[in-house]
Structures are given as C-alpha cells and as structure tokens.
C-alpha cells in the first residue's frame, strides 16, 4: 500500500483507466459475439446493424487508447469477413 499522497492518488486514477479500459474492451468482444450470433443465423439485416455497432466500438476504444489501432484494425477486417457469404 502506498504512503505517499501523490502515489495513492497515481493508484486510484490507474484503476479508474484500467476500469475504463475493460468496459470499451469487453463492449468490442459482446458485439463480436452477437455478429457471429447473427450471421450464423443467417440474419443478414441483424448482421449488418450488429456490425455497425462493433465497427463503432472498435473506433471508440481505439481512439480512447484501450486498444492499440492495429488490433482495431485486425478485428474489423474479421468481423468484415463474418459479415460476407462464405463460398
């Protein structure tokens, strides 16, 4: 446990930006998981309104630093692929 003011007020603030973090993060992964959900399905309209929230997503936490731009980058190429009709 940290003594010095300063440090205790550096511990507190680190935890609210890893708290922050999490929440864009884990926001990416739910709609990841409720595209591939929907184009299983065959549900092409839920499929692409699920996409336009990830992609959302993506460009929110990126731009916020809770994801670094190539992994942005990386997921919505995939979710751009989920969302096409394999052959």
């Known amino acids: 446990m940290a003594n010095i003011e300063s440090q205790r007020k550096r511990?507190?603030?680190?935890?609210?930006?890893?708290?922050?973090?999490?929440?864009l993060t884990s926001r990416v992964r739910t709609f990841f998981r409720r595209l591939e959900s929907?184009?299983?399905a065959g549900d092409s309209a839920a499929a692409a309104t699920e996409h336009r929230e990830l992609v959302?997503?993506?460009d929110r936490a990126v731009g916020r630093g809770a994801m670094h731009r190539n992994t942005g980058a990386r997921r919505k190429a995939r979710a751009a692929r989920l969302l096409t009709p394999s052959s």
């Open 11 to 23: 511990n507190a603030r680190t935890e609210r930006e890893r708290q922050e973090n999490r929440r």
């Open 38 to 40: 929907a184009s299983e």
């Open 56 to 58: 959302s997503a993506i």
